[in-house]
């Protein structure tokens, strides 16, 4: 591949081409995907969940069969002790079974309490004998049921306290004590069962609210990056490609009206500017690719292999480069071998137009860095000149630097008038 041109002006400073290993665009989740992660969600949440359901039956069970044997001990013979024992371990690990079971759990709750009411004897207060269990069906009612099934488990459980009551001695004229009972052990249960899964669809449709208008954001995003990078990728092949053409077309065109002179410098030069126009016109391709986001498989940005490349085509133009390389070399990450490269095609390009014709360049490699130093004498009016001009190239060198948490330094050098540029890229955080 051929080197990569030498820039004859600072303010045309293209952008480097996105690291390598630089995040994607956000793109927009199709429905299907976004499903899948409701699914996953809810996944991961159904263990704890499970979990909690049986931390919760198993204390409903604790506490009713305490009150069994606190209250019915005495109440009930031993028959009836035992059977009802069993009964409430069935009912209320129940309570930990699939919500769809929740009407029949409900039911089931019911028939417990009317039936513990039923076979006390006569004249005998009955025993609370799933207070508990039926407080939890009937949230589990409230909180999983919907339509029919709900209004059906609630009149169940509403119409098992009220029998209760009543064969416990509680008199049908007293209406009030009735309904305030069906109210306390199953309305109101019932009710904060329903609050609760409303509640919780609320927080869940304001979260995937959320996660849809962010969505909605990084495309709006992504779509203005992409609009963007077309408009600069066009601008690039419209002006900058289009001169760059003529450029070179016109230095052929020169060289070859001249060949005949042989010991001019003329053609020399011109060949030199054609080959970098060529060049030049190679790197705004691969540019024009990476804005379009559909790079070539079979172009790469040059990197320190080219360095010779690079240092024949400057040295074309006139600039003596003193190449020296400190260390054992290694092959860098692709994206850090790119920076790498380009700082050293800027440092070189400015000793081309602001040294007197030489420049001492050097690449050291450590343990865990690597530095490029550049040193050129600096021509007369230099200074005055850079105090009154933005330093672009000088910018972009410590830009490049910053992408990969490098240092880069540059100015006059003290009591000389020399210039001097380093910066230190670190191999670790590449």
């Not at 001019?264 to 030199?272: D, E, F, I, Q, T």
Request: a negative charge; glycine letters at 8%; charged letters at 20%.
């Amino acid at each position: 591949m051929h080197g990569a041109p030498v820039r004859t002006d600072d303010h045309h400073h293209a952008t480097a081409p996105p690291p390598e290993d630089a995040a994607p665009m956000p793109r927009r989740r199709s429905p299907a995907a976004w499903r899948r992660g409701v699914s996953d969600r809810v996944r991961d949440a159904s263990g704890p969940l499970a979990r909690q359901s049986f931390m919760v039956a198993g204390f409903c069970l604790l506490t009713d069969v305490f009150t069994l044997s606190y209250e019915g001990a005495d109440v009930y013979p031993a028959a009836y002790f035992w059977t009802f024992l069993v009964a409430i371990v069935l009912v209320d690990m129940a309570l930990a079974s699939a919500a769809r079971l929740s009407g029949v759990v409900a039911f089931a709750q019911t028939a417990l309490a009317v039936a513990g009411t039923l076979a006390a004897p006569h004249g005998v207060p009955p025993p609370d004998l799933n207070d508990t269990g039926m407080l939890i069906a009937a949230y589990r009612a409230g909180a999983w049921l919907s339509g029919r099934s709900a209004v059906l488990a609630l009149c169940s459980l509403a119409a098992g306290s009220i029998v209760v009551r009543m064969v416990g001695g509680t008199d049908l004229s007293d209406w009030r004590s009735l309904i305030f009972g069906a109210v306390k052990d199953a309305l109101l249960a019932w009710l904060v069962g329903r609050y609760t899964t409303a509640r919780g669809a609320h927080i869940a449709e304001l979260e995937q609210r959320a996660e849809r208008e962010r969505e909605r954001a990084q495309q709006a995003l992504a779509d203005a990056i992409a609009e963007e990078r077309s408009a600069i990728a066009r601008d690039l092949h419209d002006v900058i490609s289009h001169h760059v053409s003529a450029i070179g077309v016109h230095a052929g065109a020169a060289r070859l009206g001249l060949s005949a002179q042989e010991k001019s410098p003329v053609p020399a030069a011109l060949a030199a500017v054609e080959t970098s126009s060529r060049a030049a016109l190679l790197d705004l391709r691969r540019l024009l690719d990476f804005l379009h986001d559909n790079p070539a498989e079979d172009t790469r940005q040059p990197g320190l292999d080219d360095l010779d490349e690079l240092v024949h085509a400057v040295s074309a133009a006139g600039l003596r480069a003193h190449v020296t390389v400190e260390g054992v070399p290694r092959k860098l990450p692709g994206s850090l071998d790119i920076a790498v490269y380009r700082v050293v095609q800027e440092v070189l390009t400015n000793a081309l137009r602001h040294s007197g014709g030489t420049v001492d360049l050097a690449l050291r490699y450590e343990a865990a860095a690597i530095t490029v130093t550049a040193v050129n004498p600096m021509s007369s009016g230099v200074r005055h000149r850079a105090d009154d001009t933005p330093h672009r190239g000088l910018e972009g060198i410590s830009s490049r630097a910053r992408m990969f948490n490098g240092v880069a330094s540059y100015g006059p050098v003290p009591g000389g008038t020399d210039w001097k540029t380093t910066v230190t890229f670190p191999l670790d955080c590449s």
